[in-house]
């Protein structure tokens, strides 16, 4: 039988995930109020989650933290779920990782009773809410739990008490070329230089020109705004081809007239011009006579 997750309430139930990994960054903070642990459980009972987002950690801050730990022990229990006989890491993968450095034996773990959607949703919110993310990681983790859980940015912002403005200005990053998110990945534009390109026709271009300048987030928002404000050549217009009535009613004007006539229909309209062309002054008075009715 399927166990299918049931579908919570958004906002309260993003908030209730939202508590569990609250504290996940703060290991080494002795002002942090330590949560109480449900059990101690070995350490070699304790597994990660194979459908962790996160993948990299790096070797200096797992060295940092293992220290610590080996100096005040973890703070901030694990948070698992029991799987078989084991324990199947939901938030706290990197406490896990510098526990083993510190060589320790047992950690301290919270249970909770997760279902796999929630606890994906749970690996979402802690890797969000770490202090080293970059803006384009920090959107990424956003949209995913907009388009896998359904949360808007109206109860994200409420659950992780940021403004929405802040919410919708990090997603937008997401539309930039791949090129221009790396740049941003790697520190090399700030997520306001990134910002002002949004709406330029050759970001890429024009982020290239902010990192080889120096450029600063003013000067990068002048720089979009003159490329918007470039005028475009314009493009030549097709002719229409002209109906074979029209062609015949131009004829027998320019024969009564004895001037070049030319008909323009406004497409869709019964509306259009009639243009006359005279080649010297005596035609144009001749055309004025006839108009005004003289002989």
């Known amino acids: 039988m399927s166990n299918k997750p049931k579908n919570r309430g958004l906002g309260r139930g993003l908030s209730a995930l939202m508590a569990d990994v609250s504290n996940d960054q703060v290991e080494t903070s002795e002002a942090s109020a330590p949560r109480r642990a449900d059990t101690i459980v070995p350490i070699e009972q304790v597994r990660p989650n194979p459908d962790q ?101 109206e109860k994200l912002a409420e659950a992780l008490g940021k403004s929405r403005s802040y919410i919708a200005n990090l997603l937008r990053l997401l539309n930039l070329p791949e090129d221009v998110q790396e740049m941003l990945k790697a520190g090399k534009l700030t997520a306001g230089h990134a910002r002002a390109l949004i709406t330029a026709e050759n970001p890429s271009t024009l982020a290239a020109r902010v990192v080889a300048g120096g450029l600063s987030v003013r000067e990068t928002e002048r720089l979009a705004n003159e490329t918007k404000s470039d005028p475009k050549p314009a493009k030549p217009s097709t002719p229409r081809e002209k109906d074979a009535d029209t062609k015949a009613l131009e004829g027998d004007l320019s024969a009564a007239l004895k001037m070049k006539v030319t008909l323009s229909h406004e497409p869709g309209t019964e509306s259009g011009t009639m243009t006359i062309r005279y080649l010297s002054l005596d035609q144009l008075d001749t055309l004025c006579r006839m108009l005004s009715g003289e002989h």
């Open 53 to 153: 987002p996160r993948r990299t950690f790096t070797e200096d801050q797992l060295n940092e933290l293992a220290q610590s730990i080996k100096e005040k022990g973890i703070i901030q229990p694990l948070i698992v779920r029991q799987v078989g006989g084991d324990y199947e890491i939901v938030a706290g993968e990197r406490r896990w990782r510098a526990a083993q450095i510190a060589k320790l034996h047992e950690v301290p773990v919270i249970l909770r009773d997760y279902n796999d959607t929630e606890v994906l949703e749970v690996a979402i919110i802690e890797n969000i809410q770490r202090a080293d993310l970059n803006p384009v990681e920090e959107a990424a983790g956003y949209r995913q739990l907009m388009d896998k859980f359904g949360h808007t940015q």
